[in-house]
């Protein structure tokens, strides 16, 4: 049974909440797993909503998010940007 026929087949309001509840609990462990592998000073890059590739440097590693410093691009002024471990990719 596929993911999403399982959720389709909760019939009651409970059992999705606490399916819901595990799915989130899940996530944030795996984000904290992802966040392992990176460390400060580490060069990375990810791609932005609109999609253009930003590349920087690890400033911080927090437990959700990892903070890159970027140079300024054609798009975006150098800044510090809040990535999602699972976004990042090492250079």
Do not use: C, H
């Amino acid at each position: 049974m596929s993911i999403n026929k399982a959720i389709f087949a909760i019939d009651n309001l409970e059992d999705l909440r606490d399916a819901q509840s595990a799915l989130n609990a899940r996530f944030r462990e795996l984000q904290r797993r992802a966040a392992v592998f990176f460390q400060v000073g580490d060069k990375v890059s990810f791609k932005t909503r609109t999609g253009e590739n930003i590349t920087g440097i690890v400033n911080k590693v927090n437990q959700k998010t990892i903070s890159v410093k970027t140079a300024s691009t054609l798009s975006y002024p150098a800044s510090n940007w809040k990535v999602s471990p699972s976004l990042l990719r090492k250079i």
